[in-house]
């Protein structure tokens, strides 16, 4: 693994050692919300992740939504205008006073072996990694891998894989119990045969090369070991063994080495007895930033709210990071009944929990961007199309010829319309057969963005208010209504996927960009007022 010159500052701690000369810069307007159109419902999608300086995703990747029960919504006035609060607007970031003071503070005063440390919660957005990743590099230079766990983050610096008979549970199915640890997700497993490997994926480890797992001290679990090779790097029996939510072994990963792997020391294994894995945290020394990014395909606010365990409290306090992310309300924004007042509610509760945890850490919370979603799933589907929707059971072939048409059905429905050599023209849709009726369908069936998702932006920016968190608004500052379109058919490289909902690479970077560019101006600003 690589790590820049501990001497070697990162652009934005420059920025904040010159600001202190200058003057605070003037503060922007706050970008106007534009106007919803009607919007139909549909389910959101899962992606791609990353750690290190690694490969970026090519491509996003869909995941199933969260689908909550929800209550009908009492109508909400308008939000009157209260005091100067001393809140200022920078770009699309709203920083209220204070908001961002321990953040500065420490993107000033890193310094060896004391690396700035992030946490990130959310959904799919945040899976998928780019962000966070380029976020990162952007605020350091030389970043170590942070959290991993199986399949989590993906093309990340670390690759960590299963074997033999493992259980996953996640806070996102009611089936599954608890607990689930910091991120939500664990594995468990009673099989003596059972191994889990850690696999640095930038090759052999340098120096100061070390790890931590996490598992679950609710029971003593099974005795276990970590190796390299043939050495044994910890070994853990299981005597004198604490309970707790959270508990955690730390051991060396030797230079040279790329791979650990994790076995099972029991001969037979109690099934009373399992080990449930959580994940590892990899750090290099010499490392300015660590970003650990948890987030979650299909993951709504009322999970978190409602099934996490202790663990999350447990390693807030364990990491103390200076800047903790939230980013939801994309899986909640499809659905017309939501009660947003409710919303808002369980939200301001969910950031008061992980504020009560981490107390010094800058709090940013971060809106969701804009979508289109068609007015039923089966709009501009031919007739074999529509046939394979309804499905139950699709297979991977199914699912293909589903996505094949994709982006011309978001883009240029239009191109869809089919003519026989005797002149007979098949239009993709229901029971069309006249232009008349096509050019009615076309209006009707036109993705559109959800008229819950501002009411979410807004509920979301109170909270902040409330709770004098730093909040980023990506609708607005992608546009606001319609701009999901426009990204995916009208730019170029395209910056939405063919889902209407899910960035591409260059589109979740061109977020980061944003965010990183207000972040330096609120930092700077706040640099030059000491």
């Not at 159109?37 to 791609?48: F, L, M, R, S, Y």
């Not at 300086?53 to 006035?77: F, M, N, S, Y």
């Not at 004391?114 to 350091?140: E, T």
């Not at 970003?291 to 606010?301: A, H, P, Q, S």
């Amino acid at each position: 693994m690589t790590s820049a010159p501990a001497s070697k500052m990162s652009a934005l701690a420059c920025l904040v050692a010159l600001a202190a000369s200058c003057t605070a810069p003037a503060p922007r307007p706050a970008p106007a919300t534009p106007a919803v159109a009607p919007g139909p419902v549909a389910a959101p999608a899962e992606v791609p992740s990353g750690g290190r300086v690694a490969p970026k995703p090519e491509a996003p990747i869909e995941l199933d939504a969260a689908k909550e029960a929800h209550t009908p919504e009492e109508p909400q006035g308008a939000r009157p205008a209260g005091p100067d609060t001393g809140a200022r607007d920078f770009g699309a970031l709203w920083v209220p006073a204070g908001a961002l003071d321990h953040l500065s503070k420490r993107v000033g005063q890193r310094r060896e072996g004391a690396p700035l440390v992030v946490v990130q919660y959310g959904d799919s957005h945040s899976r998928a990694g780019v962000m966070p990743r380029a976020l990162r590099d952007k605020l350091g230079e030389a970043a170590e891998p942070g959290y991993t766990q199986v399949g989590h983050p993906p093309r990340g610096e670390v690759v960590t894989k299963r074997s033999g008979r493992w259980t996953r549970h996640n806070w996102l199915y009611r089936g599954d119990a608890a607990p689930f640890g910091p991120m939500g997700v664990a594995f468990s497993t009673a099989d003596p045969d059972a191994r889990m490997s850690l696999k640095l994926r930038s090759g052999p480890a340098l120096p100061g090369t070390r790890a931590t797992i996490f598992f679950s001290g609710a029971q003593t679990p099974p005795p276990f070991e970590i190796r390299g090779g043939e050495a044994v790097l910890l070994e853990f029996t299981g005597e004198g063994f604490e309970h707790s939510p959270l508990a955690m072994r730390g051991f060396e990963i030797p230079p040279g080495l790329e791979e650990v792997t994790l076995h099972m020391s029991c001969r037979p294994c109690q099934q009373e007895a399992r080990l449930r894995v959580f994940g590892f945290l990899v750090q290099v020394t010499g490392a300015d930033i660590s970003w650990d990014n948890f987030g979650v395909g299909g993951t709504t606010i009322f999970s978190p709210h409602k099934r996490a365990d202790e663990a999350v409290e447990a390693y807030l306090g364990h990491r103390s990071p200076d800047l903790l992310v939230l980013w939801y309300g994309a899986n909640s924004s499809p659905d017309p009944s939501l009660n947003v007042s409710a919303y808002k509610r369980r939200y301001a509760q969910l950031v008061r929990r992980f504020r009560a945890a981490a107390p010094e850490a800058s709090c940013l919370l971060v809106g969701p961007p804009d979508m289109a979603l068609f007015k039923e799933r089966t709009c501009f589907m031919n007739k074999r199309e529509r046939r394979l929707a309804r499905k139950k059971n699709k297979t991977s072939a199914d699912r293909k010829r589903l996505r094949k048409r994709r982006r011309a059905r978001a883009c240029n429905p239009k191109s869809l319309v089919r003519r026989s050599a005797s002149g007979a023209v098949d239009y993709p849709g229901p029971r069309i057969h006249s232009k008349r009726r096509w050019r009615s369908y076309l209006e009707t069936c036109k993705p559109a963005t959800p008229t819950t998702l501002p009411r979410i932006v807004a509920a979301q920016r109170e909270v902040a208010e409330e709770l004098g968190c730093a909040y980023f608004d990506i609708y607005a500052d992608m546009g606001g209504a319609g701009t999901a379109l426009d990204w995916a058919c009208q730019e170029e490289p395209a910056l939405i996927s063919a889902d209407l909902i899910h960035m591409t690479r260059a589109g979740y970077e061109k977020v980061a960009a944003a965010i990183h560019a207000s972040l330096s101006e609120a930092i700077a600003s706040r640099a030059a007022q000491r």
